[in-house]
């Protein structure tokens, strides 16, 4: 038995239990791993409210590092002690240990401590991909990117001004404002008191930006769309402030034959090249001290409803950790 995270239901933070559960072995293509930390994501809200359904009782989270404890048949590239780490399904990372499937994890380079990893894959391979998947970026280039204090934010913060492009970030108060500068965003608006359609309007000289990468959906959408320049990428990645409303294609034509994408980690990854290649950047440019992962909470994994309700309350910044 191990302890882990379940829910019977949806809902709040209370639905969230710690328990014990059986573990077992791993079948043909999986590995056991023990984690020494597992991370706190946005989408583990979406999937404890239900926004994104799963067949329930179960799990929670998406993320750890760990050891490899046992190796099923089949598995050619994981051995009994590695260092490892992942993102992504199935769902089901906030646990003492777990069973995966071994495609899906990679291994550690010695310099990537356990916390570092827990905190960064799935935050840090999103950035890989929006950055240079999504919406290529090439240096001297200004983007706009909301949440810029949050976990997925202080990492494209550093990413951004290590490849050369120039961060608009917006922050819900002056204090993320420092912190996100502090982190190489170039330009910060606090949405919450300034008009971030007109700033962003100021900054670029009235040209808008050719992407705005948008994880706040319901409360930012239209504006977002009024940031662009003409044949301007709309990067829709996330709704922390509740789903994008329905609207008419014509939006996009009226505003200067916009372009749009909603993109999810788990297809970028799919591909078990694609996940390595991603990986190896996401490593050499946290190797190289380009970009720092600021863990700025951690919780013991028993007290993870407390994380959730300072999560939903925007009360968190940068990369949480939930401590077995
Ligand atoms: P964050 O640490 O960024 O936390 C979310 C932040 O969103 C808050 O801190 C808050 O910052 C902002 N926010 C704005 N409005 C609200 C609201 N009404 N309620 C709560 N928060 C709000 O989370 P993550 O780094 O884990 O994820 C960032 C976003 O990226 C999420 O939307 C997530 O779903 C998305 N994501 C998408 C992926 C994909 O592949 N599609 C992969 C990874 C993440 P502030 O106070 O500054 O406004």
């Known amino acids: 038995m191990v302890k882990a995270v379940r829910i019977q239901h949806t809902g709040g933070p209370e639905v ?14 999986e590995v056991r791993v023990r984690h020494h930390a597992c991370g706190l994501n946005y989408i583990d809200v979406y999937f404890r409210t239900g926004l994104y359904a799963q067949p329930l009782p179960a799990g929670l989270g998406m993320e750890a590092a760990g050891v490899v404890e046992a190796v099923g048949s089949g598995v050619g590239h994981l051995r009994v002690g590695d260092r490892v780490a992942y993102a992504g399904r199935p769902v089901g990372a906030y646990a003492e240990a777990r069973i995966m499937p071994a495609d899906n994890i990679v291994r550690l380079p010695d310099s990537i401590s356990f916390d570092t990893a827990a905190a960064m894959m799935l935050q840090g391979l999103t950035v890989q991909y929006l950055f240079h998947r999504t919406f290529p970026l090439r240096g001297g280039e200004t983007i706009l990117f909301h949440a810029a204090a949050g ?38 608006i606090n949405y919450n008191t300034e008009n971030f359609v007109q700033r962003v309007r100021e900054i670029t ?14 409360d930012t959408f239209t504006g977002s769309l009024d940031c662009l320049s003409p044949m301007g990428m709309m990067v829709s990645f996330g709704s922390a402030s509740g789903p994008v409303p329905a609207f008419s294609l014509n939006e996009l034509a009226s505003r200067g034959s916009l372009f749009i994408t909603r993109p999810s980690l788990m297809n970028y990854t799919a591909k078990r090249e694609d996940l390595e290649q991603m990986a190896a950047q996401l490593f050499a440019m946290v190797e190289s001290g380009k970009v720092k992962i600021d863990i700025r909470q951690r919780y013991p994994l028993s007290e993870v409803q407390q994380a959730h309700r300072d999560l939903e309350a925007r009360k968190t910044t940068g990369s949480t950790l939930l401590i077995p």
Request: charge should be negative; glycine fraction near 20%; hydrophobic fraction near 40%.
């Open 205 to 218: 000289g009235g040209k808008g930006v050719p992407v705005v990468y948008d994880s706040i959906g319901r």
């Open 151 to 188: 976990g997925v934010g202080l990492i494209a913060c550093q990413w951004a001004r290590a490849i050369g492009v120039t961060m608009i970030g917006t922050v819900g108060s002056d204090a993320k404002a420092e912190l996100a500068k502090a982190h190489g965003c170039a330009h910060v």
């Open 16 to 29: 969230m239990e710690y328990v014990d559960v059986p573990i077992g072995e791993p079948g043909p293509g």
